[in-house]
């Protein structure tokens, strides 16, 4: 199991931004997706952003485009996740979580690291 590091969760208003991160203790292949996914209170869990490791190629869901920004270091062994101009709805508990090779768009195909990180968004 990947122990992490998570960083960067909060409050803030709507409109407002945020920068979570997730330092990984163990090396990340190339090839691995590295993900975020969250989960509002009430609701299934959602696929927010993913980044291909060794090319850094990102992968957003066309209702968060333009708003996250998944990126990661591979000096630091970290990937982060940029939040801008936040709405309420974005409030959730997020995680990162890595799908292995295959890149995915379902929560279910990844397997979680750390316990989350919370993220409250106010009108």
């Known amino acids: 199991q990947v122990q992490v590091a998570e960083s960067g969760g909060g409050s803030v208003q709507a409109g407002g931004s945020l920068t979570l991160s997730c330092a990984a203790s163990t090396r990340i292949y190339s090839s691995h997706i590295l993900g975020w996914i969250r989960q509002a209170p009430g609701k299934e869990r959602e696929f927010v952003a993913a980044i291909r490791w060794g090319t850094g190629r990102t992968y957003y869901p066309d209702k968060l485009k333009g708003r996250f920004t998944v990126s990661r270091s591979t000096a630091e062994n970290t990937v982060y996740l940029q939040m801008n101009n936040l709405k309420p709805e974005d409030t959730a508990v997020y995680y990162c979580?890595?799908?292995?090779?295959?890149?995915?768009?379902?929560?279910?195909?990844?397997?979680?690291w750390g316990q989350g990180i919370q993220v409250t968004v106010s009108s």
């Open positions: 979580a890595s799908s292995g090779i295959d890149l995915d768009y379902r929560p279910e195909k990844y397997t979680y």
